[in-house]
């Protein structure tokens, strides 16, 4: 692989439902060919169904290029590559049709099909409904669970992305009810490790900094609320320790939050989802990215949904969806480096540091 290639991604970029804010927040992203400095975004969707966002938003100085593979890819320009016949195709802003959905899988489908070819060097997923989208193909309840089945993870993480703020969550798409029933020794330890090694890995953190919340209200308080602290979450992190591992806690979630208490600390695993994604999207909403870590690919995708109530009125922001391009690039660049360096043995050359991961860059890229 050429410097080139690895200065410049192939971006996969799935459309996600059509009738939802996905084309909008696209667009507004890759409006004017703003990001063809340092990748080459291609759009697994419609030509027709952007054309037509296009036409609405009043984008009327900037062209779409259609292409039919990733090879035809130019680095100029935005790329589309339409995934199914559009040609009866109706968009209906807001809607929720069987047709929107089937066209989000086949849109996905084909970009991980690439992906896993090795044809674009990462991929982001526009938002998705996760009702409209099952089918004999998809019966997951969401992005991430698809994936670690396309890639043949056990398990995939959700790893919530903002600069320097991370969170992942020990339990995803499940009913409260069952979570714990998940909290096991070999389950948490499991998701440690891909926390740890995500960091290392992916944002080129050589001694990451863990927090891990409890479970209870007030981390159980010493037993009088729950003993899922003592029984299960403090041996574990006490294990880690003993290996010389930054992990720390478990933290009652409300106080770690409210004071700030993240900032000291490279990421944070929750117990489950709302735990870890109300305090983070209420701190990170505009910018935030749902990084899949534990795959051999780098996905990536905004931290919204498809916000039918405000799709087709141009009022829906494009900040997540490029903090999940950028993030996207920075990862897949870092992982191409670091594979190009072990290959050559080149182990003189210096590691980023704490401050100069690619997610730090991503970052502030988004501020400027």
Known sequence: MSEEQIEK????????????????????????????????????????????????????????????????????????????????TEVEPGKITPEAGQAALACLSR????????????????????????????KFPG???????AFGAKEALMFMVAGDFR???????????????????PRLTEKINQMLTSLRKDFGIQKPRLAVLGLN?????NGLLGREEQDIIEPVLADFRQ????????FPADGFFAARTYRSYDAVLAMYHDQGLIPFKTIAFNEGVNFTAGLKAVRTSPDHGTAYDIAGQDKAEPGSMLQAIYLASDVS??????????????TSKPQPSENQHPAGKQHQRNKS
């Open 9 to 88: 991604p192939l971006i996969g970029i799935s459309l996600g439902d059509y009738n939802g804010i996905g084309p909008e927040v696209i667009l507004k992203a890759l409006e004017g060919n703003k990001l063809a400095s340092f990748c080459t975004p291609i759009v697994y969707g419609s030509l027709r169904v952007l054309n037509r966002y296009k036409h609405m938003l009043n984008m009327k100085e900037w062209t779409l290029q259609g292409i039919q593979r990733p090879e035809q890819a130019s680095g100029k320009h935005s790329n589309v590559i339409t995934c199914w016949n559009d040609s009866q």
């Open 111 to 138: 970009a991980v099909s690439d992906l896993k070819d090795g044809k674009i060097h990462a991929l982001v997923t526009a938002p998705i409904n996760k009702d409209n989208i099952q089918s004999e193909e998809f």
């Open 143 to 149: 992005h991430t669970e698809y994936l670690a089945h």
């Open 167 to 185: 969170v992942g969550v020990l339990t995803g798409h499940i009913p409260l009810d069952k979570v714990r029933s998940q909290l096991t020794p």
């Open 217 to 221: 209200p007030h981390a159980g308080e």
């Open 243 to 250: 290996r010389g591992q930054l992990v720390f806690g478990p």
């Open 333 to 346: 660049r870092y992982r191409r480096e670091m594979a190009v360096i072990e290959k050559n043995a080149l």
